[in-house]
């Protein structure tokens, strides 16, 4: 450890050194043509230049020779990983961590916008209530309350609640680590894929300010606004706030109306206060309203004119691309929204013998989102749903450090306490419902009634046109107490072992509620024909028109049902790390991780065990500060039990109708992870990051009877991110930085299921979730004074489009299946003021 703190200390002294004027060889101190002998040495030429110097050619070589380029040092990073500060290469971990120039270089709002750039990191954005967050090739999928993801999101050591407040704006980020990998002992339940976490500016004793504003494609408008002011030495407030809106960069072809509007802002202010000495607080607000355009859903069935309906069952060879066909969406307020208040306390005492620091957080937040589901403007194929949740969780934790001769070690506690409703509610018309009915042979009982009975009576009632809704809600309580420690034992100043273990209890206990369906204009019709006698006449009781077909539990309607259950686990952790030289470390761990048990929020009475990983890594991670390299490497194995999985399947419980269940399954994966950073001269930077990844079910039957046991998840084998920024200054002492980065994402492993259900193989007429380029570009001139900075971006440069996903939502029931596609191009222009 001595060792690597020495490094740092050199790679300060190396940095310091680059601003040397360059030694150059003369003759008597005063020939100014002499060649610079270091350029000479570095090609070998010592010989060849004295004869030609001797020839009298010495001024022209002069002339012609460059002034030798200074090597950069790569700095220090320091890092928050192991819940201590240190240098992010002392950290055994496979760590990426990007900070907020990297974040300016790729225009990036969030982790959306970020991750292409994060080989091994995958997040789906499109619905940023909905997020879903991947690391390793894990991930979950449900969009239930009573489901945690297996991926923690942490802003400022404290966790971001589940996925509706999962995916916040980028206000002020100082940078963020991306740990790959289980981090149960570490950071806890819902990590076991790994953690992302997201450090923040704090206020500072430096008064400052910077603004911010953006305009870009499809009349973007952005604005970031920071204010530093300390008062006096022990009190300081940081005050930032950032608002953002954009016109839709789809139009719905019949209305003319975009879609994927945004109009969000979202504001902070930390107070920083040492009341007492050597104490130190940080209370930190923060508020953010989410108002945008739900996910679009581009059809890609060729849907025949009314009358007539798309083929059952579907055939994915005669898809049409969505790039090319018609965008066609009719939901009725279309909307995503998200109102969240976050309230954190940090206190930092310091004690004779270590550091105690507490952590209390509390965190509200309100969403709601209205998408369509079948990709038509058709009322007799329409359907949409709308999950709706209300959010509240108390956050409090106590940790001791210090450390003990040779041992470096955190202590600490912790209790989470959360209360969750959710509402998944889905919307119909009496004509889709009709039609759903027709579809799975159940008959086609509104029609019917209208066709042989009402109309040609001339009875002036309607049975179809009418709405129809079905609602199925939930409420759980979630508490989780855990007590955990870790110490790093500096064996010998090379030789580091690193033991630590978490202790977690969870409880849970959550509800379902189903009631009858609503259709009130449906309700009074059939009232008014059964007073009239008119269904005595048909034959039909007026019973026989009030059902459920979404959500079809039978006995259970009307009646809330509930479970209670609970878990513990014990998530260990060893490391042992040596410094084979002051710039080379290796390592080698195993490590646990869990997610906790839960509920399926639309199965009412199901539940699930914890998931667990065991992870396997050995790493390599080197630093050549007079070479300006940084190069980590990091292989992997890892074997998942009991990985929970949501997947849509036509039948269940005797109803017809495709439900959302949960799947168990035993998964495994080999991997590697790559990245380098070099400096080769001071003004370029060029990093690296790979991912290779082979990842396969290792057990798992599906309830049809379907062995995928030794199949791929469907993760890609390769992702990686590249690129370069040259920085180049000025005469007048002002910068033009010019940066390029470009990320790669191979195409899914087809399998089995993924096969038979056609989102995934050849027989598709376009590619699902890759292959995937994407290049970003920026240059940005900086004025001398750091004070201004222009800068202009181009997004995804060669306007690569994809298809992210197919759902098939609707498809068995109204023979609509549809897609979700990248972005466009976007370009842009920055100004930045700071002072």
Not at 124 to 143: C, E, H, L
Not at 296 to 306: E, G, H, L, R, T
Not at 361 to 388: K, M, P, S, V
Not at 760 to 777: A, E, K, M, Q, S
Request: glycine share 8%.
């Amino acid at each position: 450890m001595e060792k690597r703190r020495e490094t740092c200390a050199r790679v300060s002294t190396a940095r310091a050194s680059t601003d040397r004027p360059t030694d150059r060889a003369t003759d008597g101190g005063t020939d100014r043509h002499a060649v610079p002998q270091r350029l000479v040495r570095l090609f070998g030429l010592v010989a060849p230049v004295a004869l030609i110097q001797a020839a009298g050619a010495g001024p022209v070589l002069a002339q012609t020779a460059p002034e030798p380029q200074r090597r950069a040092a790569v700095e220090e990073i320091v890092v928050t990983a192991q819940r201590r500060q240190q240098s992010a290469q002392d950290v055994p971990i496979s760590l990426q961590v990007v900070d907020s120039a990297r974040i300016e270089r790729v225009a990036a709002q969030d982790m959306g916008d970020l991750a292409a750039f994060v080989p091994g990191l995958q997040v789906k954005a499109d619905s940023p209530t909905q997020p879903k967050y991947t690391i390793r090739g894990v991930v979950t999928d449900d969009f239930g309350v009573g489901t945690d993801p297996a991926v923690g999101i942490y802003v400022d050591g404290f966790y971001a609640a589940r996925s509706g407040a999962s995916l916040l704006a980028f206000n002020d980020v100082e940078r963020i680590e991306v740990l790959k990998g289980p981090q149960g002992t570490l950071f806890g339940r819902n990590s076991a894929a790994g953690a992302v976490s997201i450090i923040t500016r704090k206020p500072s004793d430096e008064a400052e300010g910077r603004f911010l504003f953006r305009l870009g494609s499809y009349d973007k408008r952005r604005a970031e606004a920071m204010m530093n002011l300390p008062a006096g030495d022990d009190l300081a407030l940081r005050v930032n706030a950032v608002f953002n809106q954009r016109d839709g960069w789809l139009k719905d072809d019949a209305t003319g109306e975009g879609l994927s509007r945004e109009d969000n802002w979202a504001t902070r202010a930390a107070l920083r206060w040492g009341p007492l000495s050597g104490t130190n607080a940080i209370l930190t607000w923060e508020h953010e309203e989410l108002d945008q355009d739900a996910r679009p859903a581009i059809s890609v069935i060729d849907v025949p004119a009314f009358p007539g309906r798309p083929s059952l069952p579907y055939d994915p060879s005669s898809f049409i691309d969505p790039r090319d066909g018609p965008v066609l969406n009719d939901v009725i307020d279309n909307h995503e929204t998200r109102e969240l208040d976050s309230i954190t306390l940090t206190l930092t005492h310091p004690l004779s013998w270590g550091e105690l620091t507490s952590l209390t957080a509390f965190r509200h937040f309100e969403t709601e989102n209205r998408e369509d589901e079948d990709g038509t403007n058709r009322r007799d194929l329409y359907f949409d749903t709308n999950n709706i949740e209300d959010n509240t969780s108390f956050y409090q934790e106590f940790k001791l450090s210090g450390t003990a001769g040779p041992v470096d070690w955190v202590a600490g506690a912790s209790f989470w306490h959360e209360k969750a409703k959710q509402q998944a509610s889905t919307s119909a018309t009496t004509d889709s419902i009709n039609a759903v009915l027709g579809n799975i042979g159940a008959g086609t009982p509104f029609s019917d009634l209208e066709n042989f009975v009402l109309i040609p009576f001339g009875i002036p009632f309607r049975l179809l046109g009418n709405s129809w809704n079905e609602t199925m809600a939930n409420e759980g309580t979630f508490k989780a107490y855990a007590v955990y420690g870790d110490a790093i034992w500096h064996v010998t100043d090379r030789l580091n072992l690193t033991l630590g273990g978490r202790l977690t209890y969870d409880k849970k206990t959550f509800s379902w509620f189903n009631g009858p369906r609503l259709a009130p204009e449906l309700d009074e019709t059939i009232r008014t024909l059964a007073d009239l006698g008119v269904l005595d006449l048909a034959g039909v009781p007026p019973e026989a028109l009030r059902f459920d077909v979404v959500f079809d539990v039978g006995a259970l309607e009307g009646r809330k049902v509930e479970l209670s259950d609970s878990w513990t686990d014990f998530s260990p952790r060893v490391v042992l790390d040596y410094a084979l030289t002051d710039s080379v470390m290796a390592y080698a761990s195993y490590t646990q991780g869990y997610k906790a048990g839960g509920f399926n929020s639309v199965e009412p009475l199901s539940r699930f065990d914890n998931e667990k990983v065991r992870n396997y890594e050995i790493g390599v991670k080197t630093s050549f500060p007079e070479a300006g390299l940084q190069v980590n490497v990091a292989g992997y194995k890892y074997f998942y039990d009991d990985k929970q999985r949501v997947r849509l399947v036509q039948e269940t419980s005797g109803s017809s109708v495709p439900q959302y269940i949960v799947e168990t399954s035993d998964d495994k994966a080999v991997g590697i992870d790559f990245d380098a950073l070099w400096r080769p001269i001071d003004p370029l930077e060029i990093n690296l990051a790979v991912s290779w990844i082979d990842a396969e079910i290792d057990s798992k039957v599906t309830r049809e009877g379907l062995d995928l046991s030794g199949q791929p998840t469907g993760e890609p084998h390769w992702t990686l991110s590249g690129g370069a920024a040259w920085t180049q200054p000025l005469g007048d002492g002002a910068t033009v930085q010019v940066a390029v980065q470009h990320a790669y994402r191979g195409a899914p492993r087809c399998n089995t299921e993924t096969l038979a259900v056609g989102t995934c193989g050849d027989i598709l007429p376009f590619n699902v979730g890759g292959p995937y380029h994407r290049t970003d570009l920026r240059v940005a001139w900086t004025s001398a004074s750091g004070a201004y900075t222009v800068a202009a971006f181009a997004n995804n440069v060669f306007d690569n489009r994809y298809v992210t996903s197919l759902n098939r939502l609707t498809a068995d029931t109204l023979g609509t299946v549809f897609s979700a596609l990248s972005e466009p191009r976007m370009l842009g222009v920055d100004l930045s003021v700071r002072f």
